[in-house]
């Protein structure tokens, strides 16, 4: 299909909704002979109902045989695995001597798992949805039933002189939470993590999202510093093909700005190449998570619940781990990450998504000044989010360009039913899809869609535009 074409489809069904009623870094360093970098990259897969799988991860540890353990992390640092939502981040990257590994080991400590509850959401109103946390103290207590995981590679990790290459790493939360008989968490986590040795052109090394502070920015040079984990710094390039969401460029930024950036780190430099940018705060503050609750559910938005799952910077007083209710001033910024800016006018995103196009399951982010305990929203950042589940069969359409999909994630319980996928012009197929079309043939292993929820103008009902959807392996 022509990209043209399909968007302008989509800007039709979108003005006559509108006018219906408008309603995981390291500090670049030299090279040292004899070493290599190697970079973390993290996911997961999702269990409904949990919002939060959270665990310090103490230590990641690579060796060859029985030689001794090499740490490959900076430190420790607390991971929220339900965060990822079946999307790759950034979670380490560091310098360690060349050769050979075969086994990772990795230490865990201090779990807490979240959940959501939620009742009755077809009653008008809908019930807001609560949080319920599991902790160490809590009864039944989060607990770990291995604190250490000894994960041998199929392919070993081979880190050449002067080189960059990655561990893809991946808690599958499915198969880690235990359940009793009638499908309820127990508290017990037995850690699975599936662990793989990835390069910086393989597809899984591609970063969906790193969201960090700016601190430096050379417009001249077009690059810009910005802050990783353990406060390491990581250089930004961007190009002309670098997408820039909401119309901002690099002469935007300043040493108050946080952002989202996708793409690769780069093989020798180490740097990060950037694809897509978006500027989510102008204020040094930021918060993301996933709405839960639009009051009211219809027309124009007053509020909404955002079940916050991280905020930068941290210690700030606003609580991640909890529902925070949204004011909204009218006031706000809207923009869509990833919209494709060299086909879309960047005014223009605001009619896929403004105050009335907010939707339970949706994937947002605030930005704005914090002071006193409260933050006044100036941007509100719709972005991607993963979802595992399984194809409703005969669903796919080739004409429409769209399929039925069962999450059974957390957004799967906000959405209260399947959900219509929309497959475009930019959607990558993976693990033997090549296209809609392979799924007329009703595959039933699960399928991975990651991609961004809409609110259908006319339904009122939650939409999925897909950038990547997968078969997995059953």
Not at 257 to 284: C, E, M, W, Y
Not at 305 to 326: A, C, E, K, M, N
Not at 350 to 357: A, D, G, Q, V, Y
């Amino acid at each position: 299909m022509n990209p043209r074409k399909w968007l302008n489809a989509l800007f039709a069904s979108a003005l006559v909704a509108f006018a219906a009623g408008c309603g995981g870094g390291t500090a670049i360093q030299q090279v040292q002979p004899q070493s290599g970098s190697v970079f973390i990259s993290g996911g997961d897969a999702p269990l409904a109902g949990v919002v939060t799988c959270s665990m310090t991860v103490v230590g990641i540890q690579v060796a060859q045989g029985s030689g001794t353990p090499i740490t490959i992390t900076g430190g420790s640092q607390q991971v929220d695995f339900a965060r990822l939502n079946g999307m790759h981040t950034l979670l380490d990257f560091n310098q360690i001597p060349a050769g050979s590994y075969d086994t990772v080991i990795v230490t865990l400590a201090n779990p807490e798992i979240g959940y959501l509850n939620v009742t009755n959401p077809q009653t008008n109103p809908p019930t807001r949805p609560t949080i319920s946390t599991l902790t160490g103290t809590t009864n039944p207590p989060a607990t770990l039933m291995n604190s250490t995981v000894t994960v041998p590679l199929a392919n070993p990790l081979v880190v050449a002189s002067g080189d960059v290459i990655g561990l893809g790493f991946e808690f599958s939360i499915v198969k880690s939470l235990a359940v009793d008989g009638n499908g309820q968490i127990t508290g017990a986590i037995n850690p699975t993590i599936n662990i793989h040795a990835v390069t910086p052109s393989d597809a899984d090394a591609y970063i969906d999202e790193f969201i960090a502070g700016v601190t430096t920015v050379n417009t001249t040079g077009g690059t810009f510093t910005i802050q990783g984990p353990h406060g390491h710094a990581f250089t930004v390039n961007t190009n002309g093909q670098t997408e820039w969401e909401g119309g901002d460029t690099i002469n935007s930024l300043t040493n108050t700005s946080i952002v989202a950036i996708s793409g690769t780190l780069d093989r020798t430099a180490g740097t990060f190449d950037a694809d897509t940018v978006a500027v989510l705060s102008q204020n040094s503050f930021y918060a993301g998570g996933l709405i839960t609750y639009v009051d009211p559910p219809t027309g124009t938005a007053n509020d909404f619940d955002l079940y916050v799952r991280d905020v930068l910077p941290s210690g700030t007083g606003f609580t991640s781990g909890q529902i925070s209710t949204i004011d909204l001033l009218g006031t706000e910024k809207y923009l869509v990450y990833w919209m494709h800016n060299a086909f879309v006018n960047p005014k223009w995103s605001n009619i896929f998504f403004n105050s009335s196009l907010l939707v339970p399951g949706q994937h947002v982010s605030i930005g704005g000044p914090f002071t006193n305990g409260t933050v006044t929203v100036k941007r509100v950042v719709l972005r991607h989010e993963g979802h595992t589940g399984t194809l409703v069969a005969n669903s796919a359409n080739t004409g429409t360009s769209t399929f039925q999909f069962n999450s059974n994630g957390l957004a799967g319980l906000l959405f209260n039913g399947p959900v219509t996928v929309y497959v475009t012009p930019f959607t990558t197929f993976g693990g033997g899809l090549t296209g809609l079309q392979s799924l007329t043939s009703n595959p039933t292993n699960p399928l991975r869609v990651v991609g961004v929820v809409l609110k259908d103008p006319i339904s009122g009902q939650p939409v999925f535009v897909a950038r990547n959807v997968t078969e997995l392996a059953d």
